[in-house]
């Protein structure tokens, strides 16, 4: 039979990294591509007594339960978030399936195709690919290494009038850049004037690499809660990078009625996420320091990025230059000019590495000479190899151009 | 800020079954109105036994997995309906968050606005909602006692040219009612001649009263894969009913290729569902007698069946009949003409006990002297209790009518 898709069908991509995952998969690989975190920080012993204590409870665990997620859960959610400068109620969070289905339901609820979206770019792959999918005209707002400028802001606010700015201001996946105060507060202001709403997706903020006090980027969010009258900010956050993935357990927060009407899509979409995962995550706050856990592994990453910094710099690879992040996952690596890293990659991959080429994270006029690279799941032993194997690489690239 | 809400958030309705049990919360009320699995029933044991064994592994158990879920739980699933007459392979299986998620994101990737829809009435609230949330323009098939009719069918093929047909054939919901087979096979072949996709949704197919041989109904799906040809059924199924809903975790079937294309819709909507839920399914699977489990629940289920059918029949309601279902959930009781069942309840449960009134199961021209009871979750030393309220709810009803 010949089927007939729907046109949201026909815009949907397929991932770059997962075909990347394709091709070392069987290989004896270093990979740097994935946005994994490292598998051997995750707490397990405490997850797996969290679980039994929710299965040690009455049948009533298994049954269905709200849309909206875990009552006792988004409780403390709401606490984390006010001491993180975000006042909010428990009203006005849904639990989702990992961060990822609060940035697809907010688009299903506010974009009809057609709809104008701001974004930075680089920016997060698989937001722009929910975008696409919902049909939206993204524009790219200019940026330099401390978030959008306002100027350039202000004239794509005015000239497209989107309905959504799309952003990962700390931390940044792929770049790892986190904007300044001074245009966090700038954005904010300019979107609240133009009536528009910022999806604001924070899934890296808490893993930071400054220890001091007051060191935690301002969110947006908290700077939008500052005014009066209405919110313009909508945020969201995950466990997968503090806890672990594979609790698939994120949150959305925002406007009362704009959450209510999330929670409406969100039951048509899947009626409600895992509780038992929702309820472990509870008991896991209840009895594990999670404040201790997010201070270790962001240690422990800080160590590795700057392992695979310092490999990186001692090559000493022509034009090669990169920026060290402040916290998060990713390393975002720019090469020589005449270097297209998507066509270095089978290279790379013959040799023995992978990594992400920069070009898939553009919406449009991609910078090709790019390439993201993670340094939170590598075991740090194999990281001068990987980046050995990537200047082998490289140097077979270098031949090819010449003959 | 005034929030600018899509065309497809517009057509998101609230869900009359919440607005029932927000009317019920804090009272006592018999609920015979939501579509719950009976708690006492739920494995929890074997289940926190399932967790533990996982839990009890490497690290690599809370990482990432897979968008179209865990490998060896796709197997047993595809174990599973091939001994049911659905011969598949894995890769044509992909894991969701309950079969709800399976619903939404097969119209998600087949549906654009307009297009036709065919179904039954009444059929399943909550993919009423997701065609709506799509604008799909829903049409009914004409259906007696043994499924829709060929003739009618045919006739909204041609008139039609719909995209979709949408059904419940086994134990529906919300009447409990099961296709014959000549219907079945009727049905399959008028859709492959017109080139339409089914989507056969059967979360209640294993729960049968009848323990004969034979007695488990042929799916429109093992129907479909006895031709040459590719494939016009998508099959959706579920753990919520036969293990425990708070799992999540249902699965999709269909054409290799329609699959791989939802798998990309899944990725951008939430990357994956919950893999330690379906970790510990599959290892439920393997230490536990699952088909003893369904047998017991199934009898269980039987004789609460039963014993709400007794006590309907016993009151001898004017007007009201009904036909006792073969397995399911539900039990369709039709009133006398001259009841609302939706104007009844508010006196039902200010009597203390609920039920979904049969109307918001209808696309269109709803009868309104229906409504669907649940027998699966209600205690039954409730249950005469239960018709009793139901009763004086009746005579209150009646009183008004006169005054």
Known sequence: MNINYSTAAKHLGSSAVREILKLTQGKDIISLAGGLPGEDLFPLEAVREAYTRVLSSDNTVLQYGLTEGYDPLRDKIAGRLSAQGIPVSSSEIVLTTGSQQAIDLLCKIILDPGDAVLVEAPTYLAALQVL???????????????????????????????KLLYAVPTFSNPTGATWSEERRIKTVELCRRYGVLILEDNPYGEITFDESEGAYPLSLAAIDRSYNGGYCVVYTGTFSKIVAPALRTGWIVGDPELIRTLAKAKQAADLHSSTIDQRALDELLQGFDIGNHIRLISREYHTRMKLLSTELSSRGWEGAHFREPQGGMFLWLTLSQDINAAELLPLAVDKGVAFVPGEVFYPAQPMRNTMRLNFTHTPPQLVPLAVQRLEEALIMYQQRLLI
Chains 1, 2 share one sequence.
């Open 132 to 162: 696409s999918s919902y049909r939206a005209d993204v524009h790219t707002v200019t940026s330099d290494e401390d978030g959008m400028l306002p100027d350039d802001l202000e004239d794509k606010l005015r000239r497209y009038r989107p």
